[in-house]
Each structure stands twice: as C-alpha cells, then as structure tokens.
T-cell receptor, first 112, second 112 residues
C-alpha cells in the first residue's frame, strides 16, 4: 500500500468524450504528481502540485488536459474531447520532497 | 531525445544468481537516482535510491551503484528470486525539472 488511491482503475470511453480521474492520497503530502505511461515507455511527467498550487506542467499536457488540487488534498485530472492517442495508464504519485515518489495503481484509459 | 537510457529491453537470469540492470543518463545536473519495479496493471513501486554524493547504496538484496563520471548507474539484485520478475525502471531527478525522468524499462525474467 503506497498510500495513494486512484479511481477508476479502468475507463473505456468513446473518442470525443470527456473523462475525469481522481487521486486520493491517504495522508497529507505536500507534493502530488501526475504521470502518463504508454506501452513500451516509462512514466512521463505531466504536472505537479505543491499543496494546492500547480507549479509545473509538461509540454505533454495539451489544452485538453486540466488538473486541479483543491485544498491541497485529493487531485483530479480531466481530459476533454478525448483522442485515441490519449489511451494510456495515468499515474498519480506523492512525495514529501523532490526525492522518492510513491505511486498509486493507476487508471488505465482506453479511447475507442 | 532520451535523457535516461535503459539499453536492455529484457534480461533473463537464473534463480539464485545475480541480476544486473543498467541505466545511462545524459545530463550531469541530475542529482538523485532511483529504481522502481513494476508489475503489469500496477503502478511503479519504489525500490532504492542514491544521491549524487554517494557511489553505492545497499538495501537487503538490492544495491545501487552510481558512476558519475560515466553517467551510469546499475542495480544489482542478489540472490535473484522468482518474485523479482518484473519491469524495472531507472529514474532521475534534478536537471531543472521537478518531476522524475524515467527510462523505458528492462523486463527482468527470473528462471527457475
């Protein structure tokens, strides 16, 4: 148990639909990250929050992606107008500093 | 442009022998190095890390070696056990980025 719960575990959606994923850290961690992993690749950094402030966004995070972390606790990642290229595992991770990050089990998105 | 390279997509090792996984990086500004283990359909699990001020860190059966001049790190697992069969990712921190940068992974297979 890494202390990070992600919901849903799997999501199948039609192209063009909007989807939202949720990440719940069990305890308070000031840093929360979102990563995306596609087949044959390692996780790729998308964005990160320090408390409720979104401090960095990767160029991978197009305008169709938005992330929030209200009150510095749970976080949501929304993808609007999904495309087939968005199919991936979306991973949430937490850390106390800039060292070890502890990942949730991920949300597997399939866009059909 | 890959900043973290794991050149062996897969590695097969006999149970009880030593497994050696390798990772090369390009940016000398990286200052923290980590190894993660991943089973299918799960998030990565943190294994072991090392700071750039050290050249070795050991935790039970796992040892990480860092060669800064060669920009190379390796993970040694000894003795290898069947439960070690998984994909192993090398990750680095620093270099001006807040998130971790991952390699593409090495699939370790432990044969009985």
């Amino acid at each position: 148990d890494t202390g990070v719960s992600q919901d849903p575990r799997h999501k199948i959606t039609k192209r063009g639909q909007n989807v939202t994923f949720r990440c719940d850290p069990i305890s308070e961690h000031n840093r929360l990250y979102w990563y995306r992993q596609t087949l044959g690749q390692g996780p790729e950094f998308l964005t990160y929050f320090q408390n409720e402030a979104q401090l960095e966004k990767s160029r991978l995070l197009s305008d169709r992606f938005s992330a929030e972390r209200p009150k510095g606790s749970f976080s949501t990642l929304e993808i609007q107008r999904t495309e087939q290229g968005d199919s991936a595992m979306y991973l949430c991770a937490i850390s106390f500093g800039r060292s070890e990050a502890f990942f949730g089990q991920g949300t597997r998105l399939t866009v059909v | 442009d890959q900043q973290v390279k794991q050149n062996s997509p897969s590695l097969s090792v006999q149970e009880g022998r030593i497994s050696i996984l390798n990772c090369d990086y390009t940016n000398s500004m990286f200052d923290y190095f980590l190894w993660y283990k991943k089973y299918p359909a799960e998030g990565p699990t943190f294994l072991i890390s090392i700071s750039s001020i050290k050249d070795k860190n050991e935790d039970g059966r796992f040892t990480v070696f860092l060669n800064k001049s060669a920009k190379h790190l390796s993970l040694h697992i000894v003795p290898s056990q069947p439960g070690d069969s998984a994909v192993y990712f090398c990750a680095v921190a620093g270099g001006g980025a807040d998130g971790l940068t991952f390699g593409k992974g090495t699939h370790l297979i432990i044969q009985p």
